[in-house]
């Protein structure tokens, strides 16, 4: 297949490097010196052997001709992506959080969205450490008539990619876990496993994870179980959240608990409390004045 990738962080390097094994890849960049270190160098990922030489080009001088655009940029810059986009190939987003699905019924081109279960860190622009395996997961949005094909297109022994029936329900229950570990972990600026062994912060994750399984119409027990394995797994990792906000990033806290406390029908004060908490963080570290 030919596949165009736009965005080349962490996850978009990861995926340009595993697909490149088997397909024809074109990564999109936004910056000339990210494009012309991924140029010369190709891409080094730590799972594997060799680096991988995908044609790198700016999202600016983007080609047509592709049979999937995967999208792999953060929530606030998808609307950039989208209004700026020449191919009518059909597009698969690949972001945590869910504000994108707002933007995605008035695309022409048909559209999957995935869950990304891997953990990716980027070293460099032409680094990528790839953290923890797993695999991603995709579900038709509209106009797709076999995600089933999709996904065995797609798959390999190495880097397998696995089909959902029902998109909500895949992108909802990712969600829940981020709505929970993400704003903790910043806030307390913790590492991923004390969100279960500080009991105040477990409390707190309990509160989060019942209003948004509420919110989402989805089983707490369930859920919860979920994220105590995640936080389990990962528990020695810093969360995605916790990173940008050391860094003076900008979280994707609107589109994870933001995206909760909007939903209508339900009131959720936890999530209209860490959403703010949030933003008051990035504005202190954006500007570098923290004690
Ligand atoms: N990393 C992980 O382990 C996981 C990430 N995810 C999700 O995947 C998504 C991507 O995450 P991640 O890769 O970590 O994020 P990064 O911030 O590492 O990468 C996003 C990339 O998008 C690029 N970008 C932004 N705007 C444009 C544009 N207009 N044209 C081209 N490129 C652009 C950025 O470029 P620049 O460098 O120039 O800013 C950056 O390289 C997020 O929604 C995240 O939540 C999901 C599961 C795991
Ligand atoms: C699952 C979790 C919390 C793992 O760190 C994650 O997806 C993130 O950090 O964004």
């Known amino acids: ?27 999109y960049v936004r ?20 680096n991988a030489k995908p044609a790198t080009h700016l999202f600016a001088e983007q080609k047509e001709e592709h049979d999937l655009v995967i999208i792999t940029v953060k929530q606030h810059h998808i609307s950039t992506i989208i209004d700026n986009l020449k191919s009518e190939a059909p597009l698969l987003f690949l972001q945590n959080g869910m504000n994108h699905l707002d ?7 048909p559209c999957l969205v995935g869950v990304v279960e891997h953990g990716a860190i980027k070293d460099n622009d032409s680094t990528v450490r790839h953290k923890g395996r797993g695999r991603i997961q995709l579900a038709a949005h509209h106009g797709i ?17 696995l089909s959902k029936d029902d998109y909500y329900t895949m992108l909802a229950k990712k969600l829940v876990t981020n709505t929970v570990i993400n704003p903790l972990t910043a806030l307390f600026q913790v590492k991923n496993i004390m969100v279960i062994e500080n009991p105040s912060i477990q409390l707190l994750a ?21 994220i105590i394995s995640v936080a389990t797994n990962t528990g020695d990792n810093q969360s995605s ?11 994707e806290v609107d589109a994870i608990c933001g995206y909760v406390a909007r939903l209508p029908h339900t009131e959720s004060p936890h999530h209209e409390f860490v959403t703010e908490a949030i933003h008051a963080l990035e504005f202190q570290y954006h500007k570098g004045e923290t004690l």
Request: glycine share 8%; net charge negative.
């Open 103 to 109: 933007r995605l019924p008035c695309i022409p081109n």
């Open 31 to 50: 910056r000339e010196e990210q494009r012309d270190k991924l140029v010369g160098n190709g891409i080094c990922c730590s799972s594997l052997p060799n």
């Open 145 to 161: 008539h076999s995600i089933s094909n999709w996904a065995e297109r797609l798959s390999t022994d190495k880097f397998p990619f």
């Open 206 to 226: 309990k509160k989060l994870c019942k209003e948004a399984c509420q919110a989402l119409d989805l089983t707490f027990l369930e859920e919860w179980e979920h």
């Open 1 to 27: 297949m030919n596949v165009g990738i736009i965005g080349g962080g962490a996850i978009g390097l990861l995926i340009a490097a595993h697909l490149y094994e088997e397909h024809e890849v074109s990564l």
């Open 241 to 251: 959240m916790l990173r940008d906000i050391m860094a003076g990033r900008e979280t």
